[in-house]
């Protein structure tokens, strides 16, 4: 159970969580018309997924350093509270699909929109395999898009961090208890 998970997996997984969860936002409003400024800075979702890396290596180290299989991860899974399942399974399912999202509508096959003054506007076309000159609305998608790729990785490995932490969290728990079996029946259904 979460309340007697260590405290430090606990705060850690809030590391990963919690920004994981902002950057999904973040990227669900550049869906929003005229929010997503047409100058936007790749720096800052770069910025993003760079701290995300001491987070998630961290997390995949708890976890590669309590030496479990897929089952005892699924156990331990299935161990932590309804809501915390509930809510960790629905985080990873919106920031996969924040990703995958990055590809639907009519212009997800365009990438690296570029302005090129005087009104001309250019972008990757993956149809055709070449560089092609769009129109503003098409542009701003494509600048939508591509900002919405990168707060979805950053947000996926922020998500992925937090679960495995409480995941890891769980089998040290079970471990201090002398075995590692769960203290509990693992729900069903």
Same mark, same amino acid.
């Given at each position: 159970?979460? +309340?007697?998970?260590?405290?430090?997996?606990?705060? @850690?997984?809030?590391?990963?969580?919690?920004?994981?969860?902002?950057?999904?936002?973040?990227?669900?409003? %550049?869906?929003?018309?005229?929010?997503?400024?047409?100058?936007?800075?790749?720096?800052?979702?770069?910025?993003?997924? #760079? *701290? %995300?890396?001491? &987070?998630?290596?961290?997390?995949?180290?708890? #976890? *590669?350093?309590?030496?479990?299989?897929?089952? +005892? *991860?699924?156990?331990?899974?299935?161990?932590?509270?309804?809501?915390?399942?509930?809510?960790?399974?629905?985080?990873?399912?919106?920031?996969?699909?924040?990703?995958?999202?990055?590809?639907?509508?009519?212009?997800? @096959?365009?990438?690296?929109?570029?302005? @090129?003054?005087?009104?001309?506007?250019?972008?990757?076309?993956?149809?055709?395999?070449? +560089? !092609?000159?769009?129109?503003?609305?098409?542009?701003?998608? !494509?600048?939508?898009?591509? #900002?919405?790729?990168?707060?979805?990785?950053?947000? %996926?490995?922020?998500?992925?961090?937090?679960?495995?932490?409480?995941?890891?969290?769980?089998?040290?728990?079970?471990?201090?208890?002398?075995?590692?079996?769960?203290?509990? &029946?693992?729900? +069903?259904?």
């Amino acid at each position: 159970m979460l +309340t007697r998970m260590k405290r430090s997996y606990l705060i @850690h997984a809030g590391f990963g969580l919690v920004p994981g969860g902002a950057l999904i936002l973040l990227a669900a409003l %550049t869906w929003i018309p005229g929010l997503v400024p047409p100058q936007w800075n790749p720096g800052v979702p770069l910025v993003a997924l #760079l *701290l %995300t890396l001491p &987070v998630f290596v961290t997390a995949m180290a708890r #976890l *590669l350093l309590a030496r479990v299989s897929k089952a +005892t *991860l699924w156990d331990a899974f299935r161990c932590l509270p309804g809501r915390a399942q509930l809510g960790l399974g629905g985080g990873l399912v919106a920031a996969v699909a924040t990703l995958a999202s990055t590809f639907a509508g009519p212009y997800g @096959h365009f990438q690296a929109p570029e302005e @090129h003054g005087a009104g001309r506007y250019l972008a990757w076309d993956g149809a055709v395999r070449e +560089t !092609v000159e769009v129109s503003h609305e098409v542009y701003l998608a !494509v600048v939508g898009a591509d #900002l919405r790729m990168a707060l979805g990785m950053g947000a %996926t490995l922020f998500v992925v961090a937090g679960v495995a932490v409480l995941l890891a969290g769980e089998i040290r728990r079970w471990d201090q208890a002398g075995d590692r079996e769960p203290d509990r &029946v693992p729900r +069903t259904g």
